[in-house]
């Protein structure tokens, strides 16, 4: 294990400000604290209890907790997704039971992430061992509005000197394949921009000081940001690290490749810097662009210690300097922050800004191994309502070198999280978009547990399929009704109509809980499909694809042609490989006819976990 890795394993959970040693924090959230929901229900089926509520205003989201007795201790359901374990929104499918062993549930109200009201009356539920069958109605003849499509305004990606880089790793050249990868996220998945750490750090030789004066050299930054335009992306600025000779303590680093997370011994320093570097960009991609497609975010999870050796007060700090330099380019110029980890500081930041008056453009934060939650409420308490809300890292893991990255629950996680954004979150970005990717260290084999969207040599994970089939989707959305056996809480479905009558219904199984990320057959579902509002007597072919353990899997394809201790493919296992990186078909093409009253009943497996995509043409 590398220095750093083991030193980011020591203290990612460490706060900043001196949390964990006791010292007090400079940051409280102003959040007021809300009553535990109405109506909770616990309904049990086959492996699964699903919780229901009724919604609270003024919720960010809702933690559930669960006892073993009626009136033992309640503990929040862990769901292993190792960050926030609250979700934005009812119902809650938990699978963390033991078949045949009730359980009591309550839930409670975040006002915050960090402000969790009283629970809520308990109910309870015993899982059984008998999974029934789940129904899926889509009403082809009804509208639900426009598809939102959040995964299209921004993707994550290695600091982008990283791009152009001739290195190679497994033998592939890092810099062509990170370029391809982001290629593909432009053609395929409709990608808008691309977010990366460290467009400051001493690599791109940006800052550094002469007998003691600033030099400002932006050729670096030149090269990497003409190379993000030329393949159709613009970039998310996100300032920072600290270079070196900025740095009050330069020794204060992070990654593999040394970032420095010190604040500025110099404000004013800092100041021309960001000044300097924005006038830059607008001078060299001209203004009109930059206003309408560039975006300014301040530093990268500051809450965290790893991230910033400086107090949450020195924080603020930076936000209120770093925007008035972005600003006094030109007002127009979009900033914001916090970057926050594990949804922090949101509340803090509407605060501080409402204090000084400092501009906020978008709310930006993360979160791993849940959807993310839903600030609206916080935003309209500041009055900022339709303030964009960017989720600039999201993932299902933040833990490097996890197998779960590499599996099928991560692709259908991402399409629970991407459904659950949609027409409340403007940007759900996904860390990151390949495994060429270096925080803490290069890939050591082909399937690492890396966090990209595709592997080292360019082969599509299953979460590039999620994506992929989200893509896919027609832009009119169509009334969807799921009951059964989990059906709206383990199973789940979106379906669209194209302009030439054509159906496409996407649906998936899954829980959060990683416990059961590699498969559970109890949890396996029976979906009755029955799609209504079609042409009475009409035909139309219907084809089936999707992913599950056996199709579009490349964990799957690999396994079975790698030796035990084979960390990447020859020659020939690569051909082989590109050779399986598609989308499988499920079944084969068959022809359908409409009844009398314009339905097409089809009878479709769900495993758990996997994703199928339905489409019926006419004609």
């Known amino acids: 294990m590398t220095d750093a890795r083991a030193d980011w394993e020591q203290r990612i959970g460490i706060r900043s400000g001196g949390v964990d040693d006791g010292a007090p924090r400079e940051l409280t959230s102003n959040a ?46 862990d769901h292993h997704g190792m960050d926030v374990k609250s979700v934005p929104h009812p119902p809650y499918v938990d699978t963390t039971g033991t078949v045949g062993q009730q359980r009591w549930y309550a839930v409670s109200t975040l006002s915050d992430v960090v402000v969790e009201g009283e629970p809520s009356q308990r109910v309870s539920a015993t899982p059984g061992d008998a999974a029934g069958p789940v129904t899926l109605a889509v009403d082809a003849g009804g509208d639900a509005g426009r598809l939102a499509r959040p995964w299209r305004p921004m993707i994550g990606s290695e600091h982008l000197s990283h791009t152009i880089s001739t290195d190679t790793t497994g033998g592939r050249v890092i810099g062509e394949e990170l370029t391809s990868a982001l290629t593909a996220a432009v053609t395929e998945l409709g990608v808008k921009t691309v977010r990366a750490h460290g467009i400051l750090c001493d690599d791109l030789t940006v800052y550094t000081e002469v007998d003691g004066e600033p030099v400002h050299d932006f050729t670096g930054v030149d090269k990497v940001y003409d190379h993000i335009r030329s393949l159709g992306l613009y970039p998310v600025v996100e300032i920072s690290f600290m270079p070196h000779d900025l740095a009050s303590d330069p020794g204060k680093t992070v990654f593999d490749y040394g970032a420095i997370v010190s604040p500025p011994k110099d404000w004013q320093r800092w100041y021309d810097l960001v000044h300097d570097l924005t006038a830059h960009v607008v001078e060299r991609y001209g203004i009109d662009e930059v206003v309408e497609h560039w975006s300014f975010e301040v530093w990268n999870e500051a809450n965290l210690e790893v991230f910033w050796s400086g107090t949450p007060g020195e924080y603020m700090k930076m936000y209120d300097v770093t925007v008035a330099a972005v600003r006094a380019v030109d007002d127009r110029l979009v900033v914001g922050g916090p970057s926050s980890a594990a949804a922090g500081w949101v509340e803090e930041l509407l605060a501080h800004v409402d204090r000084t008056g400092s501009p906020l453009d978008f709310v930006s934060t993360h979160t791993y191994g849940s959807p993310p939650l839903d600030f609206r409420p916080q935003l309209e308490r500041y009055g900022r309502a339709g303030t964009p809300i960017w989720w600039t890292e999201w993932g299902v893991t933040p833990k490097h070198f996890n197998e779960v990255s590499d599996a099928v629950f991560s692709g259908v996680f991402l399409l629970r999280g991407m459904a ?125 694809e999707g992913v599950d353990a056996d199709h579009s899997n490349v964990a799957a394809t690999w396994a079975a042609l790698k030796e035990d201790d084979q960390a990447w493919p020859t020659e020939e296992q690569w051909e082989t490989l590109r050779k399986a990186d598609r989308l499988e078909e499920l079944a084969a093409p068959v022809e359908v006819t409409a009844d009398k009253q314009g339905t097409v009943t089809v009878e479709v497996t769900l495993r758990m976990p996997s994703m199928h995509f339905l489409h019926l043409a006419p004609g």
């Open 32 to 77: 007021p604290r809300l009553g535990g929901p109405a109506g909770v229900t616990a309904t049990a089926g086959g492996g699964q209890v699903t919780v229901d509520w009724q919604p609270v205003p003024g919720a960010v989201g809702y933690q559930v907790h669960v006892a073993d007795t009626a009136d033992g201790p309640l503990t929040p359901v």
């Open 420 to 544: 659950s954004a949609m027409d409340r979150i403007e940007a759900l970005s996904y860390w990151v978009v390949s495994d060429h990717f270096e925080e803490l260290g290069r890939p050591p084999a082909l399937l690492h547990g890396g966090f990209g969207l595709r592997t080292v040599g360019e082969l599509r994970k299953p979460r590039w399929w999620a994506l992929a089939l989200l893509e896919r989707l027609h832009d009119r959305r169509l009334p969807v009704a799921l009951g059964g056996d989990g059906g709206g809480s383990l199973v789940e479905a979106i379906a669209t109509r194209g302009d030439a009558g054509e159906v496409s219904v996407l649906a998936w199984n899954m829980t959060l809980d990683q416990s059961k990320a590699a498969g559970e057959a109890g949890l396996d579902r029976t979906v009755a499909l029955r799609v209504d509002g079609l042409t009475a007597g009409a035909t139309y072919t219907l084809t089936r």
